[in-house]
């Protein structure tokens, strides 16, 4: 786990170019003693091989593993540009992640750094952050940005009756895993909740709300609401804005009259898509269009392979996504570098990618050889 300290924040940064950036972070660790003098050449190499980028406003400068022995002790060196660094092809930093590695314990950081900066509004908030606490808080996941939900808030088929039963078992998941207090599940159970189609229901509320968190619920039993029937419900406890994204992935989903993939879904799949991933069956790996690659780079995914396997799926016109079989085996977009990296890739580790549309076959013969050749590290 990543734990940042005042030391390694600097804050009200500016700089010309990235390269100037890089060059200041490089002095920062070095004058920490977390590296030697020369590893800022490693850095800038490895910026001109590609480039370190992630998105949201942030980039990951480092070393190659050429440099790797020039590194003392792994940490990490914070620079803040409140006016932004331009990146390359458009991309401007706000914050500037520069690592020092000595073998793959990086790949904790990042995946720990990915999943933190991929939230939603964190671009902003990193960029107004006005001391190095804000920063570190923000790093750490201390300041909520997405909504709790996981399997202890979804009951499937509970034997309800009508919708205030269904109420109060969504407004219990909340409680039981401290999102709320009694006074919320009170109020829930008072409101009425919205229907969004084909038996699928929301409701929410405010009062005496801790931690905010959504929860699922669906029924056993036949039973309606106002001449409507009544399938399942989705429930939310608010106390900030965490919840936005998974509502919008809902709205998404009514939208397109998708509710019924909710709806039928079990607890791993309920919650892939109203997170808006997927969770991937061991069993699909006989689609045609579904395979198996086994990562063989000595210090798994970092940012320069993850760049290179990304680079070589935005070559297609299909829709990508990879799962790490030996992680928590969701899929994501595999033409998005921060979900690459965030899924934690070490060597060994098999990646099963999943390719939709016209060049799919192709895409998956293509990033199936860029995986076998190394991914540019040979």
């Not at 590695?101 to 720990?112: F, P, R, T, V």
């Not at 395979?291 to 680079?311: C, D, S, T, W």
């Not at 799962?323 to 965030?342: P, R």
Request: hydrophobic share 40%; proline share 1%.
């Amino acid at each position: 786990m990543l734990k940042l300290n005042n030391d390694d924040i600097t804050l009200a940064q500016s700089a010309s170019n990235k390269f100037e950036a890089i060059k200041n972070i490089a002095q920062s660790l070095t004058d920490k003693g977390q590296v030697e003098q020369g590893y800022v050449e490693g850095m800038l190499n490895r910026e001109n091989q590609n480039s370190t980028f992630l998105g949201n406003g942030i980039a990951i400068p480092h070393g190659t593993t050429d440099t790797r022995e020039m590194v003392k002790t792994t940490g990490v060196a914070v620079h803040h540009f409140p006016q932004g660094v331009e990146w390359g092809d458009g991309n401007t930093v706000y914050v500037a992640i520069g690592i020092a590695a000595k073998s793959d314990e990086h790949l904790g950081i990042l995946k720990q750094l990915t999943k933190v900066l991929g939230a939603d509004g964190v671009e902003e908030r990193l960029r107004n952050a006005s001391s190095a606490q804000d920063i570190i808080a923000l790093l750490h996941g201390d300041i909520q940005l997405e909504a709790d939900f996981d399997a202890s808030l979804v009951q499937l088929l509970f034997p309800a009756s009508d919708m205030v039963q269904m109420s109060a078992v969504a407004g219990g998941l909340l409680k039981n895993t401290g999102c709320a207090e009694s006074e919320f599940v009170a109020d829930l159970v008072t409101k009425e909740p919205t229907h969004l189609g084909k038996g699928l229901w929301l409701v929410g509320s405010n009062k005496q709300v801790n931690r905010t968190g959504v929860s699922f619920v669906s029924t056993a039993n036949y039973c309606e609401y106002q001449g409507e029937k009544v399938r399942a419900l989705v429930a939310f406890a608010a106390c900030n804005n965490a919840h936005q994204s998974i509502l919008k992935t809902l709205s998404e989903m009514v939208f397109k009259g998708e509710q019924d993939k909710l709806l039928d879904a079990s607890i791993e799949q309920v919650i892939g898509l109203l997170k808006g991933e997927e969770v991937v069956a061991a069993e699909a790996a006989n689609d045609d269009n579904v395979a198996v690659f086994k990562i063989k780079n000595a210090h798994g995914l970092h940012a320069r392979p993850g760049a290179m396997l990304v680079a070589e799926a935005k070559k297609f016109e299909s829709n990508i996504r990879v799962a790490n079989l030996d992680g928590e085996g969701k899929a994501v977009n595999a033409k998005s570098l921060m979900k690459v990296i965030a899924l934690g890739v070490k060597h060994g580790h098999s990646l099963q990618f999943t390719a939709e549309g016209v060049d799919a076959s192709k895409a998956l013969e293509s990033i199936g050889q860029a995986i076998a050749s190394g991914l540019g590290e040979g």
